[in-house]
């Protein structure tokens, strides 16, 4: 028996070019892509908060979605909520969800309170999970809408705040593990400042490198085979937060000992706020070992702020695939739209259009990555940009000295002579497959 939120909606199946708004025209699960296929590629996931826990409001109006869960305070509403999920889980066929704790349970009055309806919440997920082909691809805690959290939760000056901070991250990792989650997620969400005039920067670091050094420890206590993410976010709750790109992620996590052990969730939307590409988030990520997983979504390019709408741009999408796919894929990680309907967008089918709509996108992105790939054009410039680091003089010199390096450069009749970069080319190689 359905809820009927979705009306006779059937699930949405690929169907090419007779495809309408609710099929797929480009995405085919079972389609061969490099020897697999393409649902194995991108590994697709719902966001349980944007899809079933969003109001629709935005800092100038309050919530303009009418749910019959809205608003979010008992357990009765928690389950029907539950029950929309999973029949927008079946319509989409995705193979993959994710949750925050307080998408899915209502706060109670006490943390124990708060722990018996969560509790609930992950014994009813059970039990309809049981007879899905779904699975879990990562859980994470609400450690930032709660006032609680004003000041962060494992940097907060409050110890009381960083001990509820372990226990909610502790009850959500065992929850992830009893659920078969493949990863389990931290975003920081206030983990940073304000302002410095009331902040002990280098105490706050300490601290939240000590918490997520915690976080390795009870997953190696409890047996979790899943990876350990952290989501880099520059501002926005914080004026400026610790985990603010895949680079800096990257010295914190050197800084503390974890960079064999934790590995980055990064989504398209932060990498725009902190003046990156995508692309260069996950090369970066790719670069230095630590690519888990991507939240797919996008800006809006005229707004300074995380609007979080589906991915409709095939080219950026190539290229965030062309990366993944040169680092060997996204390992447990997957693809999740971490993406919200417009406020004016107030039909349930709406809901059901966009993952279409953005699972078609990933779709013709990874097979124009993959085209890319089979073309060979940018392995091609890279290699011959790059030749002149194969040759046994210039690997010499890389195991020398400033000395030596100096007199081999002063016995040379003239200096190096630039070459071009070929970008514009190499731009029109891109543009032929997307």
């Known amino acids: 028996m359905t809820t009927g939120f979705f009306g006779d909606m059937s699930p949405a199946t690929f169907k090419g070019a007779e495809a309408g708004p609710f099929d797929f025209a480009h995405y085919n699960p079972d389609e061969q892509i490099m020897g697999k296929p393409m649902k194995d590629h991108l590994r697709f996931a719902l ?10 409001g935005d800092p100038f109006g309050g919530p303009t979605f009418d749910r019959p869960w809205f608003p979010h305070g008992t357990m009765e509403r928690a389950k029907l909520k539950a029950d929309v999920a999973f029949e927008l889980f079946d319509l989409l066929g995705q193979p993959y969800f994710c949750w925050h704790d307080a998408d899915i349970r209502p706060e109670g009055d006490s943390f124990a309170q708060s722990l018996r309806n969560f509790e609930e919440i992950i014994d009813y997920f059970e039990e309809k999970l049981e007879h899905r082909n779904l699975g879990l691809l990562w859980g994470t805690a609400n450690m930032f809408s709660h006032r609680r959290w004003m000041s962060g939760a494992s940097t907060n000056p409050d110890p009381d705040v960083f001990a509820y901070s372990a226990a909610t991250v502790k009850t959500c990792m065992d929850a992830t593990h009893r659920l078969n ?51 880099p976010k520059p501002q926005e709750p914080s004026k400026h937060q610790y985990d603010y790109d895949a680079a800096t992620c990257y010295g914190f996590l050197q800084k503390y000992g974890l960079e064999k052990e934790v590995k980055l969730n990064l989504e398209q939307g932060h990498a725009i706020l902190a003046g990156h590409s995508f692309e260069h988030e996950i090369a970066t ?6 690519l888990g997983s991507i939240d ?20 950026e999408v190539a290229l965030a695939y062309y990366h993944i796919l040169k680092a060997g894929g996204l390992g447990t990680g997957g693809t999740n739209f971490d993406a919200k309907l417009r406020r004016q967008s107030l ?11 953005a699972m078609d996108v990933c779709a013709r992105g990874l097979k124009a990555a993959v085209a890319l790939i089979e073309d060979g054009g940018l392995d091609d410039a890279l290699t011959a940009r790059y030749a002149g680091w194969d040759t046994p003089a210039a690997q010499a010199m890389l195991n020398s000295d400033f000395d030596a390096i100096f007199a081999d ?8 002579k630039p070459k071009s970069g070929r970008q514009e080319i190499l731009e029109n190689l891109v543009n032929k497959f997307v």
């Open 347 to 357: 039909d349930p089918q709406d809901l059901v259009a966009a993952h279409v709509g």
């Open 181 to 231: 989650g493949e990863n389990y997620v931290l975003w920081g969400g206030r983990e940073g400042y304000e302002t410095l005039l009331n902040t002990d920067m280098s105490r706050e670091l300490d601290h939240m490198g000590r918490f997520l050094n915690m976080v390795v420890e009870y997953k190696h206590k409890i047996g979790f085979k899943g990876t350990i993410l952290v989501e």
């Open 296 to 315: 797919m979504n996008r800006n809006d390019y005229q707004s300074g702020w995380d609007t979080d709408q589906f991915p409709n741009s095939v080219p």
């Open 409 to 416: 450069v002063v016995a040379q009749d003239a200096g190096p």
């Open 285 to 290: 990520a790719a670069a230095l070992g630590v």
């Open 47 to 56: 966001a349980y908060w944007h899809s079933l826990a969003w109001e629709g």
